[in-house]
C-alpha cells in the first residue's frame, strides 16, 4: 500500500494492546509524543479517524481492518523470515484463534497441545458465540476461527470438523426433585436451568421447540463459562444443555443423568482459516481438523 508506514501501524497495534498511549510508548522503546504523532500521521493518511480515544482506546471499523492486515504481515514475517535470513532472531509466534467456549473447554487444547509441545508458538484464545466468530476472521482479529458457518471467507478456507452434541443433564437427585414423573412442561418451567450470557440462545431455542416455553419463563443463572455451568449441575442446583463429550464419564457412573432422553441440541462445527497460511500455521489447522474428526460426533465430509 502505497505510503503507508508500518510503524505508524505498529504505533496503532501498540496502543491497542496495551490498553493506553504511555504504556504503547514504553513497550517500543520511543516517547508517547512519537506513538501520537504515529497515530496522526497514519490517520492523515487513511483520511479517517483510525482510534476511539477513550479509555482504553478502542479502534474504529476501518482501524480495525488496518491492525488485521498488520497482525497478517507480522504473522507472515515470522514465518518466513527465518527461512531466508540467517540474521534473524529467532521468536515465539503468537496466533489468536476465534472459539467458542465450549471447544475451548472440550477438545480444542487437546487438539493443540502437540502444536505447543513441538513449536515455538503461543496462543491468544478471543471467546465467542460460534455464530460470531467468523467476524475475529474478517477483522483479522485471528489467524482461525471455530465457526457453525459453512461458507469461507473471500480469501479464506473452510473445513468440516463434526458436531458437538449436547443433552440435558443434571444430578439424580435435581431430577427427582423437579422431574419425578419426567420433565414436563410445568416441571420444567420451575427447574432452575442456566445460560452462558445474554447472546445465548441455545437453551432458549430448546426450550421453546420442546416445550413451548420462553427462556424468561425459566428460572436461570446466567454463567458466563462452561466450566462453571458444569460445577452448578453437578452440585445439583441446575440443570443445563452440556457438551456430551464433556461428560462421558459422569453419565457412565450415574453421577449425572439425561432428564430429557431423546432431546439433543447438535451444532456442526467448522474449522476457518487463511488461505495463504503456512509453516506452523498450517501445522495448527492440520492437528485442530484431525483432532475433531477424530472425537467430535457424525463426521460426514468436508466442505
Request: proline share 5%; hydrophobic share 40%.
Amino acid at each position: 500500500m502505497r505510503g503507508l508506514d508500518y510503524r505508524w501501524l505498529e504505533a496503532l497495534d501498540s496502543v491497542i494492546a496495551n490498553g493506553g498511549f504511555e504504556k504503547a510508548a514504553e513497550a517500543l522503546f520511543v516517547t508517547q509524543s512519537a506513538v501520537s504523532q504515529r497515530i496522526k500521521q497514519l490517520e492523515k493518511w487513511a483520511s479517517q479517524p483510525l482510534l476511539v480515544r477513550e479509555t482504553p482506546p478502542r479502534p474504529t471499523e476501518a482501524g480495525q481492518k488496518l491492525l488485521g492486515l498488520y497482525r497478517r504481515v507480522c504473522l507472515l514475517e515470522q514465518e518466513m523470515l527465518p527461512d531466508v535470513t540467517s540474521s534473524v532472531e529467532s521468536r515465539r509466534l503468537s496466533a489468536t484463534i476465534g472459539t467458542n467456549a465450549d471447544s475451548l473447554a472440550t477438545w480444542l487444547i487437546p487438539a493443540l497441545a502437540p502444536v505447543m509441545k513441538a513449536y515455538p508458538v503461543e496462543f491468544n484464545f478471543l471467546v465467542d458465540n460460534e455464530s460470531r466468530t467468523l467476524n475475529r476472521l474478517r477483522n483479522g482479529e485471528a489467524i482461525a476461527v471455530i465457526s457453525t458457518a459453512e461458507t469461507s471467507l473471500q480469501g479464506c478456507v473452510s473445513h468440516y470438523l463434526g458436531e458437538l452434541i449436547y443433552c440435558c443433564v443434571a444430578t439424580p437427585e435435581f431430577a427427582q426433585k423437579y422431574f419425578p414423573q419426567g420433565a414436563t412442561r410445568d416441571e420444567v418451567q420451575h427447574a432452575p436451568t442456566t445460560v452462558f450470557d445474554q447472546f445465548d440462545d441455545m437453551q432458549g431455542e430448546f426450550l421453546m421447540d420442546h416445550f413451548d416455553l420462553p427462556i424468561t419463563a425459566v428460572p436461570k443463572h446466567i454463567v458466563r463459562t462452561t466450566e462453571a455451568i458444569l460445577e452448578l449441575v453437578k452440585h445439583g442446583v441446575a440443570n443445563s444443555l452440556v457438551p456430551v463429550i464433556m461428560i462421558e464419564r459422569e453419565l457412565a457412573s450415574g453421577e449425572l443423568v439425561d432428564v430429557m432422553p431423546g432431546k439433543t441440541v447438535r451444532y456442526k462445527l467448522y474449522w476457518h482459516h487463511w488461505a495463504t497460511e503456512s509453516g506452523i500455521l498450517s501445522k495448527i489447522s492440520e492437528s485442530c481438523i484431525n483432532y475433531a474428526r477424530r472425537h467430535l460426533a457424525n463426521f460426514t465430509g468436508e466442505s
